[in-house]
Structure formats: structure tokens, C-alpha cells
């Protein structure tokens, strides 16, 4: 596979240059409607060699939104494919490159991804997904989230450019780069962990910590550093896949609305804790040992006080559970934990503990037996 090449600044000139090389003439750029209206989507659509704009689709794609942009990319006659945005544009495009050449009547969901040569540029406009850096995409089918992944999938070419998260409102910053502080985490003590996705999981952490507050207040400098902080979180779940905090996670959105990152975060503390709990009840050294080295990273010294640092980390950051719920809703949540994404976590959970995570994830709002 063709190695992933980053541009960082200066991303118009830059692009000119490899579309040149590359020698693409018809370029299919897809990006939110909000995206097409800031400098650089303005400036992108206006270039010659974009010949089509791709924009009706919402947050969490479906299929029938990437049938759409397929649909436009052929009738365009494209030969690449470009996505700014966040996790939903880069998904959706990720998709059309995937699903170009199969077999129209059968539902492509259902067929074996044809590794193609089409070129992919990614231009994140946010911190957090990582999907820049990820040879994976998720979409909706029916209601039903599915993943669609080949490591042709990889964007080939990704633009960086910090200006694009200025106009970000402090909550979606906030939530987006959470999303990257659990990819980071989870990532670490998955079972499918190596070496280098421990290594890029402790750098996207260091970068967090070390430039959250100023990135919060604005400081250019600060978000090119929290984007680079994304990629390495997106390139370790590449490796590592995550755990039980994004299991549990999507459930909550769709239930209460919070946004991912928002509710990967609030699951993740409750895990934290009884991953910790289960290590140490099995006598687990591995895991254990994996706890230690991930409170050291934090700069904390024991097990216990990194956990006490994220949810001081959340407090400071504001968010909370703050959502009406019903009797049924532990139920609920519990029945539908992704049980693919249990399997890479490193402590066995059983239902009852999934449920007592939930009661504490959702705190004093929870008023069920």
C-alpha cells in the first residue's frame, strides 16, 4: 500500500502540486454544508479541477448518502476523491471509493471491498476522529451501524490546516478531542495493542495534556499540535481497534443525542474503573501493568490516581450526564453493547457489570432499580 503523504499549511498550494502529479482532472470534493461555505471550501470549489460538490448528508452517514455521492462521482466521470470535514465527510468517502466497480443490484454492504487506485484526500476540520488517519469508515443502514473496512481505504494524501478549527464552538472542541483522549486510551489497553499503537496512543496523550487549555482559548499553534495529537490517536485504533467505552457509547447518543465524543467520554470513566476493578479481583499482572504504564503517561503515579484525573479532566471540561432518563433505559443500553468491541477489551465484563456502569455513568439522573 501506497504510504500516507501529510501536508501541513500552505494546503491549496500544496494540492495543486499533487493533484499535477497525480494527474487528477475530476475531483469529487464531499463536505457538509457548513464546510462549503468557510474560506477554504469557497476556495476548493472554485478550483478547475473540481467537478462536483457533494454536501446532503448529516452527522452519523447512511447508505443511502454514500449511494448518493457514488452516484455523483460516476455520473462526473471522477477520477479522485476529496473529503473535508470531519469523521462523517471522510467516512462517506471512504465508502464511495470502496463501493466504485461492485455490483449495483446487490447491496454493497454485502460484497468484498475491490482494492482500486482511486486517490483519496482527506482534509480533517476537526481534532478528534482520526478518520485521516484510518483505513476504516462507519455508516448507517437501516438504522444499523456497520463498518466498512480495506486497507486501500487509508486517505493516500491528508491536508492539515489549523486555521479550519478557529471557528469551532468550545463544546465541539471539547468533544472532538475527547474522542481522541478515549482512542488513545482504549487503544492502549486493547488486546490487540502493539508497540507502535502504544507508542502513538502516548504521544496523542502527551499532545492532549500539554495543549488542550490553550487549544480551548484559541491559540493556532495549540490546534495544529491537538490535530496532530488526532492523527496519532486515529492511527492507533488503525492497529489497536477500540474497547468497551466505544461499545458502550453509541447507544447513549442515539438515545439521549450527546454528541460521540461526549458519550465515548462518560463511558470511558466508568470502565476505567472497572477494568481496574477486574485486573485486580483476576490478578491480572498484564493488564495491571498496562494500567500503571497508562496512569504514567498522565504523569500520575498509581492506577487509582489516573482515573481520579480523568474525572477531575471531565469536570474541569464540563461535561456531564445531564439527560432525562426512564426505568427501562439501563436495560436498554446494556442490551445493546457492540459485543465485537467487548472482545478487544481486556477484561471480561459480564452483563451486570454493564449495567452498573451505566447506573454510575449516569449517576443521580438514574432513578431505576
Known sequence: MEMQKIIWDDILNGLQSEVLEKRMSGVLLICGKRMRETDIGRRLRKMPF???VFSDFEPNPTYEAVLQALNMFEKNRCDAIMALGGGSAIDIAKCVKAFYGMDGSVNFLNQNILPNKIPLVAVPSTAGTGSEATSFAVIYFEGIKYSVADASLMPGLVLMEASLLRTLPAYQ???????????????????NATRDSKKYAADGLRYIMGNYKAYLEGDESAAKNMLLASNFAGRAINIAKTT???????QMTKLYGFPHGHAAALCLAGVWKYTWRGADIQGNRAVLGCLRELAHCLGCGTIEESIEFYIKFLKELGITFDA?????????LAGSVNEERLKNHPVLFQKKEIQEMYAEIMGGAYEGK
Open 244 to 250: 468497551a467505552a466505544h461499545a458502550m457509547c453509541y
Open 173 to 191: 472542541k471539547k468533544v472532538t478531542m475527547l474522542d481522541a483522549f478515549c482512542h488513545c486510551v482504549e487503544s492502549y489497553w486493547s488486546n
Open 324 to 332: 432525562e432518563c426512564g426505568q427501562d433505559d439501563i436495560g436498554a
Open 50 to 52: 473540481v467537478v462536483a
